[in-house]
């Protein structure tokens, strides 16, 4: 700890998240700020901000988290949602917002956490609701899917890969 401090413009009303955009080279930032909105912006390689927040589409009702994908080449964000849902999105190469946001099962009554399992080479998100859960997000180019595959009633996780299916029955 170099002991520098640095005010950022803007104001958080939680604390941001950053996780390190290998192939962007810069330090990516999110924040929940007024109405629940959220924030995003960088800081290059020396650590100097860039003063390029931006408003990405969404809300959060607590802290975002950021986790660095490297099979799917992207940075992952997780947000807890309305009505606490669980919603992560991705920014691309170039630290550029996705616009992709997918409600995955489950709910959180806190900040959802996400991390890269190395081991097992998925993205992993915890969070705090009426049961802890850890959720894999499939391989890179798999497209996240939720549904009622069997009927039951409750939602599942599933991801489509080339032409085949593969669900939580």
């Known amino acids: ?32 700020g007024a109405g629940d909105t959220i924030y995003a912006g960088s800081f290059n390689s020396a650590g100097v901000f860039n003063n390029d927040w931006t408003l990405i589409p969404g809300t959060t009702l607590s802290s975002p988290a950021l986790a660095w994908n490297p099979l799917a080449f992207k940075m992952q964000i997780v947000v807890r949602g309305a009505n606490d849902t669980i919603n992560v999105g991705s920014f691309n190469l170039m630290a550029a ?4 946001w997918t ?61 085949s299916w593969f669900l939580d029955l």
């Open 1 to 32: 700890f170099l002991n520098h401090w640095d005010l950022i413009p803007g104001t958080a009303f939680s604390s941001p998240s950053l996780a390190w955009n290998p192939l962007a080279l810069r330090m990516q930032i999110v924040a929940n």
């Open 97 to 100: 917002f996705n616009n992709d």
């Open 103 to 163: 409600t995955i099962p489950g709910n959180t009554l806190s900040s959802p956490a996400i991390a890269w399992n190395e081991v097992a080479k998925t993205m992993q998100v915890l969070s705090y609701g009426s049961k802890d859960a850890i959720l894999a997000f499939g391989m890179p180019g798999d497209i996240p899917v939720t549904g009622d595959w069997d009927g039951s009633g409750i939602t599942k996780i599933g991801v489509f890969r080339g032409d």
